[in-house]
């Protein structure tokens, strides 16, 4: 018994999902560019920039009158270090091969999702694993990412400083997380609006 709902869409529809699509593998290219200039620019060790972040740290910053010193508290900062460890190193470049392979499976399901709504394919057993999947990758790529680049900050901090320095840096942003949260809700949607075909299927 076929458990996907067949759904006619209108030539608007389509351009729409093309057009999820085309942004879709514009967003793949730009990782795959960003990947591929910042594991160029980790891997020679020698003047790498790594965001870090700093806690109830102030400073001073020219921006008052005539140039004059006014204090700022700042959250984080571009760190410049040479001579990192290779520990070091290699967690920066699978930060970033996290990120980007996130990126990538992110767009897969979304371009196969689309390729099924496009042959009017709406709720089905594939569709709502693919959500899923989307959903699981966002969570793991971003909890790996983060841990990958905390290493790094870490590393970075300790090299500048020669251990003297002692910074939190484990921050993290929520929004990946409320959006994977977001789509497991997507994902009840599409399951159940299949089980509801499969009992429509049935009455008939």
């Excluded at 399901?109 to 899923?132: E, K, Q």
């Excluded at 999947?133 to 790094?152: E, N, P, R, Y």
């Excluded at 994902?187 to 159940?192: D, I, N, P, Q, Y």
């Amino acid at each position: 018994m076929s458990t996907e709902a067949s759904v006619r869409l209108t030539r608007s529809d389509r351009a729409d999902l093309w057009t999820v699509v085309v942004l879709g593998i514009i967003v793949a290219v730009i990782a795959i560019a960003h990947a591929v200039s910042r594991i160029a620019a980790i891997v020679p060790n020698s003047d790498i920039e790594v965001l870090a972040p700093f806690v109830d740290t102030t400073t001073e910053l020219p921006i008052g009158p005539n140039g004059s010193m006014i204090g700022v508290e700042v959250d984080s900062a571009v760190l410049t270090v040479s001579g990192l460890p290779g520990i070091v190193i290699v967690s920066l470049i699978a930060a970033v091969i996290a990120q980007l392979l996130m990126t990538l499976a992110i767009v897969a399901c979304g371009a196969i999702l689309c390729r099924n709504l496009m042959l009017g394919r709406a709720f089905s057993r594939t569709n709502t694993r693919l959500v899923v999947t989307t959903s699981v990758v966002l969570v793991v790529g971003t909890a790996l990412s983060g841990l990958f680049t905390i290493m790094g900050v870490n590393g970075a901090f300790a090299t500048l400083s020669e251990r003297s320095y002692d910074n939190v840096v484990a921050s993290g942003n929520l929004l990946p997380y409320i959006v994977a949260a977001a789509l497991a809700a997507v994902a009840l949607a599409f399951k159940a609006g299949e089980r509801l075909q499969r009992e429509t299927e049935g009455l008939v």
